[in-house]
């Protein structure tokens, strides 16, 4: 599948609602950082070569001659013999070449004795020792986290370039499928996994666009294909099993979209499918709820990351031990949910007990999705397993802070 996902082109958008894309072209910074030489302390701004025999015994008296606070105005020429009050993020007045903090003086009037030698550069930020204008700063497919936003606000870049987001239409077929909201009448359901899979869309970054559910017939499937296929990616829900009611195939070959594969080994969600309408990505999931959710997570979702603009689009999973025994057929990869919980230093997982694959209330606290080998029937407490971490990650009541001194 991943190949028939590749990048959308570009969009030029603010900063300010940048946070979570991926850069389209790589940025040059156009500025110092920092912009000017400046404090990196409270104190005092000196020519080090005057201050280099101070101590506490012999301090060294001068003679303070203005000041410089950040914002303020330019502080002017330090003559020799003299310092200049300083506070952090102040603009260094030119031939002072050190800042003494605070602490190491004593104030008496218009002089200050300096009781700590000093040398050339210290406590000083230099203009362009951390970035120089004309370098890299952020490279095509970077993602932007708050760190990247504030080095990006710091640079003044109002708007950025960045890779379209893919719109993803959303099709439920069923003809027991209702509404949020809508009455339920004897037979139907809440059509649930069109919410789950909007937020999930949504979360990664992707623009849900959820249509109607469609009715377990050959034209209306059709039809509501055909307006999927406005989208720049089709994910259907449901239909695609073996049943007589499970069309969505037929209606996928009708408008012209073939098949590439139909079912993977895994469990659950075994009835995937996938193919293309003239290079657009159709993918079919399965309709029970949980097998949606997870072939969603671990087979659609990196495809939508890489046509983001992700260049590591997968998942990687920790290694966790399981904290029960488990027993299962053999035959497909199991993803088991999972609560994952740190002991010490290892990362434990306890299986869900409700591992059906429409049982929502399965996914209720689940932090984890634990990948079970195809040919492993018997799995003991105490054994390595792989995980992925989900929702909410690896979360407790306690600060880490309680266990560092
Ligand atoms: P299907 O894949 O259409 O055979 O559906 C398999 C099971 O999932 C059936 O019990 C359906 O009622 C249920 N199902 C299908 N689509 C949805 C949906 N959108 N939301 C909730 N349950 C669904
Ligand atoms: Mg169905």
Known sequence: MLPAFQTLGEEEIPLT????????KDLIAVLDSPPFDNS???GYAVRAAEVDMASTDTPVRLQVRGESRAGGEMPT???????CRIFTGAPMPSGADAVVIQEDTKRHGEAVDIFEPSTAGQHVRARGSDLRSGETILRQGDRLWPGEIGLLASQNFAHVRVYRRPRVALLSTG???KALGDELAPGTIINSNVYVLTEMLSLLGAIPEPLPAAADDLAPIEAALRKALEADVVITVGGVSVGAYDLVQEACRRVGIHPEFWKVRIKPGKPLTFGQHQGKPVIGLPGNPISAMVTFEVLVAPCLRQML?????HPQPVVARLQHAYHRRPGRVEIARG???RHGDEIQVSLHELQGSGSLPSFVGVNALVILPSDRADLEAGERVDAILWGSGLRGS??????VS
């Open 175 to 177: 003809d027991e499928l």
């Open 40 to 42: 990196a302390m409270d």
């Open 77 to 83: 020429v330090l003559e020799p013999g003299t310092v």
């Open 339 to 341: 609560i994952a919980t």
């Open 398 to 403: 306690r600060s880490f802070f309680d266990a």
């Open 17 to 24: 609602r940048a946070a979570t894309r991926y850069l389209a």
């Open 309 to 313: 603009g992700d260049r590591e689009p």
